[in-house]
């Protein structure tokens, strides 16, 4: 029997891309970036839980709601004060992780200097290795890509446009220094997103449900005592023992 023929390997997708169609991607990526997109965000769910009443009148003020060829009039029970409470409350838990996991993906896309970031974004597909590196970053063991920069001229150059010594000894900070500062900033992030075992729970916001949880210190009796309560996040995810695996519910406080 022969051999079975390997089909022919593909052309990658980068073969043949002109100097001008990297600048154009460049210039297309950075101008039309989304910049303001989280900040818009944050603004509009915290404002809808502190005045949810106003959100609400809006809502049913008898107007048709029409978003292009969608038209449809809202009835009084169709959307509660706690329901809008609900979804902002979960939004505001998965717009902290993606805005994460979006400012991860930006610095590992520029850190290697490569022609386009763009195209190192759109490569990224794998979540699972993803977050492999992240876990390097967070344990400095991460393998920056050989460029004709040095580890401390790259995040400098990534983050500042500028790896110069006089720059930065101009603002009384030497550039070791600068590559700490940033360098904490990051791990912070790595450290907070890897710390959600089950981060697509709060992606989807499929396995999410909101509670209210609180702490009390001092008996019921007592005249004085300290008592916080408020909002929170529950998830079950799965949690590594010594000799399993285990199902643990968790609590996220929203403050």
């Known amino acids: 029997m022969g051999k079975r023929k390997k089909p022919p ?6 073969k043949g891309l002109a100097e001008q169609e990297i600048y154009n991607l460049n210039k297309e990526f950075y101008n039309d970036y989304a ?3 989280f900040g818009t965000k944050l603004v509009l769910l915290s404002s809808i839980l502190s005045n949810p009443d106003k959100f609400i009148d809006v809502l049913h003020d008898g107007e048709d709601v029409k978003v292009g060829v969608l038209s449809y009039k809202l009835d009084e029970d169709d959307l509660t004060k706690n329901e809008l409470e609900k979804f902002a409350r979960l939004e505001l838990a998965t717009t902290y992780y993606h805005c994460l996991e979006t400012f991860l993906r930006l610095f590992l896309a520029h850190v290697s200097i490569p022609a386009c970031p763009w195209l190192e974004i759109s490569r ?6 993803f977050k492999k590196t992240v876990s390097e970053l967070l344990e400095d063991n991460y393998k920056y890509d050989d460029t004709q920069f040095t580890v401390v001229e790259n995040l400098l150059y990534v983050f500042y446009g500028n790896y110069q010594e006089e720059t930065f000894s101009q603002q009384g900070i030497s550039m070791e220094e600068a590559k700490d500062i940033l360098m904490k900033w990051i791990k912070w992030a790595a450290k907070d997103f890897i710390s959600v075992y ?3 729970a709060f992606k989807h916001g499929l396995t999410v449900s909101t509670d209210t949880q609180g702490l009390t210190i001092g008996r019921v009796d007592e005249t004085f005592k300290l008592e916080e309560r408020g909002d929170a996040l529950k998830f079950i995810a799965k949690k590594q023992k010594t000799e399993r695996w285990v199902w643990e519910k968790n609590m996220c406080l929203l403050h």
Do not use: A, S, V
């Open 124 to 129: 990224d597909t794998d979540f699972r290795k």
């Open 9 to 14: 390997t593909k052309i990658g997708p980068d």
């Open 35 to 37: 910049k303001d997109y």
């Open 198 to 200: 089950d981060y697509n």
